[in-house]
C-alpha cells in the first residue's frame, strides 16, 4: 500500500509533471526473463511464494545495471527524481520499474529487458510517476497519470525500439493477486516448466506470438550488437534458430557470460520480434537502429 515516502514522491514529480493526462486504458507492463533463477530457484516460483514483485534493491538481481545499493547509480537517480523521499528508505520501500505501453505492443512495453511480462491493472496508474528517456540517462521530462507530454515526446523520438520506452516506477509495491491483470508468455514455453510455474500465480496466463530469428537474420544484424554475438546465437540456437527459451536455457547452462547472451537477446528482441511488437513494426518501415 502507499506510504508517507511513496505519496512524497509522487507529490514531488507532479510538481515537474506538465501536459495531458494518461489514456486510462492504457497498462504498465513489468518486462522479464521467465526461465531465469534468483538464488538458485525459478524465479516464477518464487514470485509465487512471495506474492509480490520486488525491486533490484531487493533482488539485487537485474536484466539491467546492477546499481542498487546506497550511493550507487539506482541510489542516486531515484534521490534527483523524487526529492529525496526514499534516501533513507528499505529496500522494500522503494519503487518497482517497469515501462508504460502507450504502443500498445504484444510484448509489453519495454522488451528489452525480458520476453515476457506483468500487465499491470488499471489502478496502479494512480501511484505511477514516468521519465523519458529512461532514468539512467538523467532525464528532464516527468510525468503522472493526471499529467503527462511524455508519450507526444517519445513518439517524436528517434530512438532505437528497444530504448525508446517511457520508464514507470509503481510505487507503494506491486502484489501480484491485488496489481497484475495477466502474466504474457512467449509462445515458446508452451507445455514447459515455465508455463507450469507460470500456473502457481495468482493472475491470468496469457501469451504473444513469440521471438524467433533465423542463423541467416542472426548474421545478416551481426552490427547491431557485434560478429562475436552473432557467432555466440550461432553457437547456442536449435535447428538452425533462436528464441528466448534457448537463451534461457544457456543462461542457466553456466557456460556463458550472461552479459554476453544479453546482447543475444537484444539482437532477437529488435530483429525477431513477433506481428503487434514495436520493433517489429520499425524495422518494416526501415528504422535505423543506433545500437548501444
Not at 536484466?63 to 528508505?89: K, V
Request: charged share 25%.
Amino acid at each position: 500500500m502507499q506510504t508517507s515516502r511513496a505519496r512524497a514522491a509522487v507529490a514531488h514529480v507532479t510538481t515537474q509533471a506538465v501536459g495531458p493526462a494518461v489514456p486510462v486504458d492504457l497498462r504498465v507492463t513489468l518486462n522479464f526473463h521467465p526461465d531465469r533463477t534468483a538464488d538458485g530457484e525459478p524465479i516464477l516460483r518464487a514470485l509465487a511464494r512471495d506474492g509480490a514483485y520486488h525491486s533490484q534493491f531487493v533482488t539485487g538481481t537485474s536484466n539491467g545495471g546492477l546499481t542498487a545499493h546506497p550511493g550507487g547509480d539506482r541510489w542516486r537517480w531515484e534521490s534527483r527524481i523524487f526529492g529525496g523521499a526514499y534516501d533513507d528508505a528499505e529496500p522494500h520501500e522503494r519503487p518497482v520499474y517497469g515501462a508504460l505501453n502507450f504502443r500498445r505492443q504484444v510484448v509489453g512495453a519495454a522488451p528489452r529487458f525480458g520476453s515476457a511480462h506483468f500487465r499491470l491493472t488499471a489502478a496502479a496508474l494512480t501511484r505511477a510517476t514516468f521519465c523519458y528517456p529512461d532514468s539512467a540517462a538523467e532525464p528532464a521530462h516527468f510525468g503522472v497519470a493526471a499529467s503527462s507530454a511524455l508519450i507526444a515526446l517519445a513518439e517524436s523520438d528517434e530512438q532505437d525500439p528497444l530504448n525508446d520506452y517511457i520508464e514507470t516506477q509503481i510505487h507503494g509495491g506491486v502484489d501480484l493477486a491485488r496489481d497484475v491483470e495477466a502474466v504474457v508468455l512467449d509462445a515458446c514455453y508452451r507445455g514447459t516448466r515455465v508455463e507450469d510455474d507460470a500456473r502457481r500465480l495468482p493472475c491470468a496466463v496469457e501469451w504473444h506470438p513469440g521471438y524467433r530469428i533465423t542463423l541467416a537474420d542472426l548474421h545478416a544484424h551481426a552490427d547491431y550488437r557485434g560478429p562475436e554475438y552473432a557467432a555466440l546465437g550461432e553457437e547456442i540456437a536449435e535447428d538452425g534458430h533462436v528464441d528466448p527459451r534457448v537463451i534461457g536455457d544457456a543462461a542457466r547452462s553456466g557456460r556463458y557470460a550472461l552479459q554476453d547472451l544479453k546482447m543475444v537477446w537484444h539482437t532477437l528482441a529488435r530483429f525477431g520480434a513477433p506481428e503487434g511488437a514495436g520493433t517489429a513494426r520499425a524495422q518494416a518501415a526501415g528504422t535505423g537502429a543506433a545500437g548501444i
